[in-house]
């Protein structure tokens, strides 16, 4: 377990279960009470999912649009930043997951809707919100929801060719190289695209691109000497430029405005923990 602070803003980052990390990648808690105080920051478009409770006060995306979010939903991969916004007591329990297999299991159109949230079948998570509610610690609701999507998932579940191609993008960017995927998948490139798209919610390509700049995003906050250039050619950028634009595209500022200003916030609502202190 990973803690850490922002004011009276609490986070918890928590590993996964080996026997749940093919769909969980990582559980985090936020919680805050202080009535007197707003507080607002961007949330980064990030490559994978978020199922996501809230057991209080409600958060609310206050830019591109006015929306207050919903008890429960999924928090699909976004193609750019949301301003949020945090006021009065917050109880948020959030799980992170493979966007692929999340939307298969549950049978989730992550392309419906304005992509802000997709809305989860009520006869299956009403019921599990409610068990969460009941519960005080972390420990307790990840136990809780364990034994939930162990049951659901009782026969096991097994990675296509979707699942492989999002894992490699999402976990392996450094690697990874679109043209290396083939039409020899049983179905064609077209109909591989489109069951990606509506899988994931985003293309193959803007997943990359979002991929890229998270990698160098985490390496910005957890490696204060690191070499740039070294790092944007990891990413796969082969000149600043381009980097640049997609990280501009990606947060609303370049990267020198953005680490100008104080991102702790920031990095605490899209996720991202330092890595000072081990998580568990």
């Known amino acids: ?148 999507i162990q049951n659901y998932a009782n026969e096991g579940y097994k990675y296509d060719i979707v699942d492989i191609i999002y894992n490699n993008i999402a976990e392996n960017i450094t690697e990874f190289k679109l043209e290396a995927i083939h039409s020899n998948h049983f179905q064609s490139i077209s109909t591989l695209q489109r069951n990606f798209n509506k899988r994931v919610g985003v293309s193959m390509k803007r997943l990359m691109r979002i991929s890229r700049v998270n990698y160098i995003f985490n390496a910005m906050i957890n490696l204060p000497g690191f070499d740039a250039q070294k790092m944007m050619f990891d990413g796969n950028y082969y000149d600043q430029s381009h980097f640049i634009k997609d990280f501009k595209e990606l947060t609303g500022e370049t990267p020198k405005q953005f680490f100008h200003h104080n991102s702790d916030l920031c990095r605490i609502l899209s996720g991202v923990f330092k890595a000072d202190v081990s998580v568990i």
């Open 1 to 148: 377990m990973k803690a850490q602070a922002e004011n009276s803003l609490t986070v918890r980052f928590h590993r996964p279960d080996p026997a749940l990390q093919w769909i969980v990648k990582q559980f985090e808690s936020i919680r805050y009470d202080d009535s007197n105080q707003l507080l607002s920051d961007k949330f980064i478009p990030r490559p994978d999912a978020a199922l996501v409770f809230h057991f209080k006060n409600i958060p609310e995306v206050i830019m591109p649009i006015e929306a207050k979010l919903k008890p429960f939903f999924v928090a699909p991969v976004v193609s750019l930043p949301n301003q949020m916004q945090i006021a009065g007591a917050i109880d948020g329990f959030i799980v992170i997951c493979k966007a692929s297999v999340l939307s298969k299991i549950f049978g989730l159109d992550m392309l419906e809707k304005s992509q802000m949230i997709v809305d989860l079948p009520l006869e299956i998570f009403a019921p599990l919100w409610k068990k969460l509610n009941k519960i005080a610690t972390d420990e307790g609701r990840i136990d809780c929801f364990s034994n939930f």
